[in-house]
């Protein structure tokens, strides 16, 4: 049976989550209301704007469905803005942004500086042979992981893949290099 894997499509980059997930041969749902969460095995908060999604995730009525799915061990991807929603806390937020807390991390926004700041690194990540091409654009560093977060990979000695439980959180984009081997994993271990 096909994994059907939903994807947080309020705002970002949710597209190329999906494209390479219906590649690997995943059922991709768009996931926009909460009738759309009930069917799904696993989910995928892209990249984007957290302060934003956090804004449309209340709108919509999907925050606290959201956070149920999550806390009872749907498992999930969260990359970039992805990572900053599910972080127990941030660092330079907007006050109103909401944290889902669902991954003992402090995250920093825009830690790594403006839009130019953004940069692409090959980074060594846990269990994979090959380096993994790394694209951070306004990239949340982790400033600080709980003792039961495995951090699976680093750049410059800072957490940028880190993984507790169901969460999985990278504070780089997997689907903007053409390598699929996170997203395979992901599946794999659903
Ligand atoms: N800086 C963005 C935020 O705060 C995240 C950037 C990204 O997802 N590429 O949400």
């Known amino acids: 049976m096909k994994p059907r894997?939903?994807?947080l499509a309020l705002q970002g980059g949710f597209a190329a989550h999906a494209d390479i997930l219906q590649r690997l041969g995943a059922c991709v749902d768009e996931i926009r209301c909460v009738e759309q969460l009930a069917a799904v095995d696993a989910l995928v908060l892209p990249g984007?704007?957290?302060?934003t999604v956090s804004m449309l995730l209340e709108r919509s009525g999907l925050l606290e469905p959201l956070r149920e799915r999550l806390s009872s061990g749907l498992p999930v991807l969260g990359t970039c803005a992805g990572m900053?929603?599910?972080a127990s806390?941030?660092?330079?937020?907007?006050?109103?942004q909401h944290?889902?807390?669902?991954?003992?991390?402090?995250?920093?926004?825009?830690a790594y500086g403006s839009?130019?700041?953004?940069?692409?690194?090959d980074i060594a990540v846990d269990d994979l042979d090959e380096p993994f091409h790394a694209v951070f654009i306004r990239a949340p560093s982790v400033e600080r992981s709980g003792p039961e977060v495995e951090v699976q990979a680093r750049h410059n000695h800072r957490p940028v893949l880190c993984r507790s439980g169901s969460v999985t959180?990278?504070?780089?984009?997997p689907e903007l290099s053409g390598d699929h081997r996170l997203h395979q994993r992901f599946l794999a271990n659903l």
Not at 102 to 108: A, G, K, N, P, Q
């Open 5 to 7: 894997v939903g994807v």
């Open 99 to 110: 944290s889902l807390g669902l991954i003992d991390i402090t995250v920093r926004r825009n």
């Open 48 to 51: 984007g704007e957290s302060t």
């Open 115 to 121: 839009q130019i700041a953004s940069f692409e690194a």
């Open 169 to 173: 959180v990278a504070s780089f984009h």
């Open 84 to 86: 900053i929603l599910l």
């Open 89 to 96: 806390e941030v660092v330079d937020g907007r006050g109103d």
